[in-house]
């Protein structure tokens, strides 16, 4: 029965709370979505930070529930008409090869991201390695931090992996960094991107977790600016650092984040990221997928509606120094730290994250970025304008 024709109200499990009803509206705004398909949330790894942990989301649904027919019917009645671009995401997304390969066979005309450990990425087909825009690959640093966070001897093996596929990847490979340790220095992340290494780009989030007492966030800007500095120092080559092209974008050009985002996060869970579970419900935010009122959606059912994750007055974004380029950073920060009233999460996880994002901000600043733009490349100035990574990751850390 069609929305239109009468309410329906879907109850998630262990929930008595009714989804609010589904309406005609376009429950994306634009027309792009990012369909991120976790093929499975087991992993082969046990990182001691891993989000998913959450609500003991990790490790909880092994295998996919949901039919490619019934896949097939949610992208002809959401999706029609808008670019597609699919993000294979876990758990360990490639412990469940078989549905990757026959999604990117079914599905051709989608562009398709791997968000990996990378530890297993040589059991995959070049062809499949082919079809890849970007790969994002977790490490954390260098060996030490890495090998300290997932295992002993998991850097060694990341990096050996890469090297072997990397003439097979069709598109781009990114270092995806969850800054966690204090500790970790400018060498470390320079390093992912050194000439001699196997990324392209790197990309970093502040990890959202009590790791920012003491002097940790005075380690952290001591970091950022030997980046920012490196990151200016030249105007013929580009340092491929994914959050600083992103910010030196939105203020020199603020007008991107109105074109791409609506003016929403550009993390995307406001406007047209569809997180799909293996048992086919679908969440803004793969950090809050234990959250019953966060639902939007379920593949099985073929419902959607329109992210319940969304900027409220409770947030005191919008007053921010930052706003204009950070258009609100991490929602599940916001959302937990000012409309749940998390008081110890906001305190110790999220101001300190803002502090830092407004910290890079007056970095960034200080070295002109209007005038370092008009002096680069014309290369230079088209990573910095249209890099297509930027799609795939939250472009603020």
């Known amino acids: 029965m069609e929305a239109s024709q009468q309410p329906i109200h879907f109850f998630s499990p262990g929930s008595r709370e009714a989804v609010p009803e589904l309406t005609d509206a376009d429950p994306i705004l634009g027309g792009r979505v990012e369909l991120q398909l976790l093929t499975t949330l087991k992993c082969n790894l046990k990182c001691t930070y891993c989000s998913l942990g959450v609500g003991e989301v990790l490790g909880s649904q092994t295998h996919v529930e949901y039919t490619f027919d019934q896949l097939t019917a949610f992208v002809d009645k959401y999706l029609t008409g808008k670019e597609v671009y699919v993000t294979f995401y876990g758990g360990e997304p490639t412990l469940n090869q078989s549905l990757m390969l026959e999604v990117m066979r079914r599905y051709p005309r989608f562009r398709f991201q791997l968000q990996t450990n990378a530890t297993l990425l040589d059991d995959l087909p070049p062809w499949a390695l082919g079809r890849l825009s970007n790969v994002l690959a977790s490490i954390d640093g260098g060996e030490t931090i890495t ?26 490979v990114t ?54 500095d490196k990151f200016f120092s030249r105007t013929d080559a580009l340092y491929p650092v994914i959050p600083l092209m992103g910010i030196v974008r939105n203020k020199v050009f603020p007008t991107r984040a109105q074109e791409l985002y609506a003016g929403r996060t550009q993390c995307r869970v406001s406007s047209h990221l569809l997180n799909v579970m293996p048992n086919g419900e679908v ?11 966060m639902k939007m959606g379920d593949v099985k059912a073929n419902w959607l509606r329109p992210s319940p994750l969304q900027r409220t007055e409770a947030m005191p974004c ?80």
Request: hydrophobic share 35%.
């Open 175 to 228: 270092a995806r960094v969850t800054w966690g340790n204090p500790d970790t220095t400018f060498e470390e992340l320079d390093r992912l991107v050194s000439e001699e290494g196997v990324f392209d780009y790197l990309y970093w989030q502040f990890v959202a977790d009590e790791m920012y007492a003491g002097d940790s966030v005075d380690k952290r800007k001591a970091v950022l600016v030997q980046l920012i």
């Open 147 to 172: 090998d300290g966070y997932r295992g002993r001897g998991i850097y060694r093996q990341v990096v050996k992996n890469l090297k072997a596929m990397r003439e097979h990847i069709g598109g781009s």
């Open 318 to 397: 919008e007053g921010c120094e930052a706003f204009s380029w950070c258009r609100s950073n991490c929602m599940k920060n916001m959302y937990l730290g000012y409309v749940k009233q998390d008081e110890r999460y906001r305190n110790n996880v999220v101001e300190p994250i803002c502090e830092l994002l407004r910290f890079i901000g007056r970095e960034i600043d200080r070295h002109d970025p209007v005038a370092w733009f008009e002096r680069a490349t014309l290369p230079v100035r088209k990573q910095i304008l249209d890099c297509e990574v930027y799609e795939y990751v939250e472009v603020m850390p």
């Open 283 to 293: 969440y803004p935010c793969p950090d809050m997928m234990y959250l019953p009122a």
